[in-house]
Structure formats: C-alpha cells, structure tokens
C-alpha cells in the first residue's frame, strides 16, 4: 500500500469514527434528560443519568425537606452526555442513602428549575447486616395475637402484633431508655415497652411463627411528641385518633427513621437474640386514611405522595438490617369504590391508590414493597362471604372479599406490576407478595351464628389455601372487643363487664386449631352444606 493511499485509510478511519462519535452524541441528545439509576454501596452512591443538551446541576435532598427545600449542590454537567456521578454514602455521619437526587437547570432569571424526576437509592448492594433468607412456614394460618400460650397451642404460623410508636418513641432519653443513634444523634426508646415487645415476639418466632409488626402511631396525650411523630396535617377530628406518619418536617423525618432502624436492626440481628420480625406493615388500612391513617382532609395524591416517601423511607431502614424482611402497604377491602362512610378527601379506592404509588415509586427508583390486604365481607356483620354481591369477577368489582380474593393476586402477578429484586439475586422480576393481615367473620347472637362464623373461616382458608400469591391469613380477632362497634370477631367470647378478657371458646377454635392439619377435611366437613357446595374443590384457587 502506498503512502497516500495509507494516509487516505487513515482519513477514511478519521471520519468514520467522527460520524460514529457524532451519532453518538446526537442519540445521547436526543434521550430525554432524567437520571435513571441510583446505586447503594456500603460505602458510596453512584448516581447514573443522561442529559441532552445545555449545562445542569445534580442536587440532593435530604428527607423531610419538602415544605422547605434545602438542595445541596453535588455536580455541574455539560451535555450532551450519559454521567455517572460518585457521592460519598456518609457525610458528617448521615447516611445519604435516604436522600433524593435531582437534575436542575438554571433559567435566564437565575432560579433554579427541576428536569425530570427525583431519584431515590434503590439499587442497593452488599448494605444489609443479615443476609437471611425470608422464613418459610409450613402454612397460611395466623392471628393478631393477645394470648401467648393460647396462640401456640393453636399452632399458629404467622402472628401480627401491633406496635404504637407514641409508647415506643421518648422524646428525652430517660436512665433506663433503649437508644439507637441515627447519624450524631441518639434517639430514645421506652424500655419498658421495648421488653414487651421482646417477650412477644421471641416467644413467638422461636416457636416457629413468621412475625408481622403492624406500625401505628396513635396521638399520645404529649402534644409535643404528637408535633414528632403525627403528620402536620394531623386532624383530631378523626375517629380513631391514629395519624399518619411525620416524614414530611426534617425532625419528623429523622425520628421516623431513626425508629424504623431501631426496630428493624432489634428484630432481624444476626442469630434473633430479641425475637424475629419478617414483615413491618405501615399503617393500617391507609385508603379509608380519615378513620385509620389521618393527615386531614386531601386528595388521594397527596396522601399518596406523603405516603410513599414513608413506605420507601422504611423499606431502606429495613433493607439495611435485613436482605430479606418486607414492608407492606396496608388496605380495606374497597378496590373500585370508596369506603361509603367516608367522603372524596377522606377515603379512596384501593385499586386506583395501588396503581398511583406504583408508578411514582417506579417512577423515582422502583423498590420492593408488598401488600397486607383486609378481605373482609362486604358486610362485617354477615360473615357469609360467598354470598357477598359487591365482590364480582370483573376488573371492576366493587370490593375484593374472599369471594373474589384471586383477582388481588392475579393483578400483582402480571408484568407491569412485577419489580425488579436485589442485584444478584434473580433476572427476572418478581410479583408483589400478598399477606391477609386482618379479617374476621362475625358471631351473630342466635343459635346458628357459631355455625355460620366457623363455616365463614373454613371457606375463607380454603379459598386462599392454595393461592401461590398469598403466604398468610392472619385471623382477627383472638377474642371479642367490647368496643369494636358490636362485632363478635373472636376465637373466644370475652367475659361480661369486660373489654377484652376471654371467657369461652367459641366453634370457630377448633376450625381454626384443625385448618392446617392433615385431617382438615374432616374438621372442615360441617360447613360444606353450609355454604352450599359438594366438595372444596369448587372454591379452591386452581
């Protein structure tokens, strides 16, 4: 080959790669600008993104800044161009992996104006302390626990416990306070409770029993600890004196952290020397959220917004103790309505919430979150749940009840709702878990309403016994509530003149105790011609 025609290779090569560089860049241009992944290390973030063109700034938000936005500046980019921007995980001893990253571009009157969504750490890698596998139980059946021994000779496999944060949380450490130190401070926790909470759940999972904690912050009689722990908007006027979480002041946000991180890391220690927590539930039926998760009067959106930034707080609080332990999102059992008792800003359908959060959470940084579902009958006080009308086949169906329990599980299996698991653990995605965290059939007072209540449980377990979808049924209640609007949920009656000590067992023990035992059929038997069918198969999840 002559010189000139190596010299004319030479220029051939220049220009090819100059067309390739120039595609490059202009299809980097041409993505919309957005960051598209962050990444947690045990020691380091990695902030990935593509910018078009024109100059931009990565900012971060520390949680509980939204009413009063404090960005940190951390990069300057020039476009077009993909980055990816490494940040110290730690700074001045605060963990960076709760905050939220931002591009932003600076607009001819000099303010600065936000591109694209936030972006929240949810590739995390090598950050949990126990890398455990989720327990495995040999079946479904559970129970808001209240008696421990009795629990056990039930043979219970998963227990829900409540857990009130306005006993748990002190604002002022005390001599005997339990503390956890969240960056350089140290939050306090009420011993006394703490050990209560101890003896329940050691006792219970080391008898085998998979341990959901349903989170709830009740308004305590401090109004100064309510100011912590209740959302802002906080409203007395709401029945039930529960609020929903304060993530959204700086001070809230750090307490509800630092609290989430105390329990988990007591609850998923290597070897369990408190117990084992598996499941955190966050509040409790947050559709009808005026009744039971309130921060006023609002929009299902506002809620949800506020909501969200709760629900992934605590799932990376939980993810850094555990690999495996879960975080729910609690729901009623309206799916396409409202509950009626409530108007447009105090209640909303599950359905259209589930659908919201889903795609802002996929939106910011997907992360792994599950469903604790309550199928009560679209009555409480008919427990005959196969006859309820409102629970359709159709997408539409009013409320999702044990008749219809299926189509919660067959959405969440489809592909658009799956979610991505932890690096190295999977290539495909997963579907969202579903566990029934509270229901209960009521006793009606005449000769047949033990019958009826014991039917309405074997037909609820054997329509979710072979449910992939599901992992458990968690029975409400242990024993009547004299202050539970009338309703007779209990395993046992409670004893005149009190609220809530046992007097007898009622027919639905023995259903109950037999449900996972390999002789159920004929446990089960009496209420076939109850119901109304020939065989179990007829009502069985294929």
Known sequence: MSLASWSNCLECRRAVLLLLLLTAQARVAAQPTSLLEVTATPETLYVAGVLGEGKAGLLENEPGRGAEPRPVPLSSLNGPCQFEVAVPRFLDGRDRIYSSFQLARTGADG?????????????????????????VTRSKKGLQVQMLDDALELGVRHAALNLNFSQLVQRERQPASETW????????????????????????????????????????????????LLHPRYDRAGPNHLGAFNTVTHE???????????????????????????????????????????????????????????????????RKASSSARVYVSLEHHWNIRYPGGDAQQAFAGRPFLDYIHARSVEEGDFEWHIAFHPYPENLFE?????????????????????????????????????DPPPNESYSRRARRV???????????????ELRQAAAYAYAYRRIARDPGIDAFILHRHVDHAHEGGLNLGLWTHKPGSVADPDRRRRMYEVFQKADHPDWEAAFSFALPVIGIQSWKEIETP
């Not at 104006?113 to 596998?133: E, M």
């Not at 219970?204 to 029993?209: D, F, K, P, R, V």
């Not at 009308?389 to 409320?399: F, K, L, Q």
Request: glycine content about 6%.
């Open 111 to 135: 303010a600065s104006r936000p591109v694209g969504a936030r972006r929240f750490a949810h590739v995390l890698r090598g950050i949990s302390r126990n890398s455990d596998s989720f327990p």
């Open 435 to 449: 566990i029934l965290s509270e229901q209960g059939f009521h006793c009606a007072n005449d000769p047949e309403g």
């Open 181 to 228: 130190t969240l960056g350089n401070r140290s939050f306090a926790f009420d011993a006394g409770y703490v050990a209560a909470m101890d003896r329940q759940i050691k006792t219970l999972s080391e008898a085998g029993a998979t341990v959901s904690l349903i989170l709830l912050a009740y308004e305590s009689g401090d109004p100064a600890l309510n100011k912590l």
């Open 252 to 318: 809230g946000a750090e307490r509800f952290i630092a609290t989430i991180e105390f329990l988990a890391h007591r609850y998923c220690a290597s070897n369990y020397p408190h117990g084992r927590v598996a499941n955190f539930i966050l509040g409790n039926e947050v559709n009808s959220h005026w009744f039971w998760s309130n921060r006023g009067r609002c929009s299902m959106e506002e809620f949800a917004n506020d909501y969200l930034d709760a629900l992934r707080l605590a799932s990376t609080a939980v």
């Open 383 to 419: 427990c005959r749940a196969w006859n309820d009308r409102s629970a359709t086949r159709s997408d539409d169906t009013p409320r999702i009840t044990f008749k219809n329990i299926d189509l919660l599980t067959a959405q969440l299996a489809r592909s658009e709702w799956r979610y």
